[in-house]
């Protein structure tokens, strides 16, 4: 594999995993753009599932003392019963068009929030909007591994502590996207290119994952729903703005 296609992979890696360990989602948002220069569009998804799961993995351990069990598991069951309704629906729904209406609800909630900062929220949990939202995760995550989008807007909602919002959506993103993985696996799409590209990112995708969840440890709870609240918005403008010009591409092509 040429220096360069090294380069970028690690890059991507690094800038995925210090997202992650900071917010506890992004790693696909914040790492596919320099992954898909140097690789086809299946191999960049795979390598963002695989990376989601090993940052995922070291942000549950840093939260495990902050683990709401009945909470977790009010979206997780309804996750996993939406999980093959997105499978089902992957031959039948044109996913860009999902991810630009994903990428429009997260935009445009991140700078309503930066626009009413002191917008009231709530005090406690809604229990059947948790399982709602579990689902639409669930179904999301199977059908464009976007599982993380909705929780990560319902979260913020609330009026839960950075540890609390952290050990909700980290589990729930590692559970969702490790099964996701595991059918990515069954399907033959991990092959050993992409593991070999596994093995090249892996120091870089570690060590700044870790470096994210010692900033995360740092942050004060304000900081941490303002930084939040930033990362939702660039994430919604990464994916229209990723969408917007696929389009352009293809119309210039015709």
């Known amino acids: 594999m040429p220096v360069e296609a090294i380069l970028l992979i690690s890059i991507g890696a690094a800038f995925g995993g210090l997202v992650n360990g900071l917010a506890g989602f992004g790693t696909g948002l914040f790492a596919l753009g320099w992954w898909l220069h140097v690789l086809p569009p299946t191999s960049a998804v795979a390598l963002v599932v695989i990376f989601s799961f090993v940052s995922g993995v070291q942000g549950v351990f ?8 009945p909470r977790l598991a009010r979206f997780v069951i309804p996750a996993l019963a939406g999980m093959p309704l997105g499978f089902a629906m992957l031959g039948h729904l044109n996913a860009g068009v999902l991810k630009l209406l994903v990428g429009v609800m997260l ?35 199977a059908l464009a591994g976007l599982s993380g989008a909705l929780p990560t807007i319902w979260s913020a909602l609330h009026n839960w ?36 590209a596994v093995a090249m990112a892996l120091p870089s995708s570690i060590i700044s994952a870790q470096f994210g969840i010692f900033i995360f440890r740092k942050l004060s709870e304000s900081q941490f729903r303002q930084i939040l ?24 092509a015709h």
């Open 107 to 141: 935009a445009l909630f991140g700078g309503f929030f930066i626009a009413r900062p002191k917008f009231k929220r709530w005090q406690r949990d809604h229990k059947l909007g948790d399982s709602l939202v579990g689902f639409i995760g669930g179904v999301l995550g």
């Open 229 to 252: 609240i930033w990362l939702i918005l660039a994430s919604g403008m990464v994916l229209v703005g990723g969408e917007f010009g696929d389009f352009l591409g293809a119309f210039a």
């Open 62 to 69: 840093a939260v495990r003392q902050s683990l709401n069990w």
């Open 161 to 196: 502590q950075k540890g609390e919002q952290r050990a909700l959506l980290q589990p729930f993103n590692v559970l969702i996207l490790g099964i996701v993985m595991l059918v990515f696996g069954w399907h033959g799409l991990l092959d050993k290119d992409i593991w070999l």
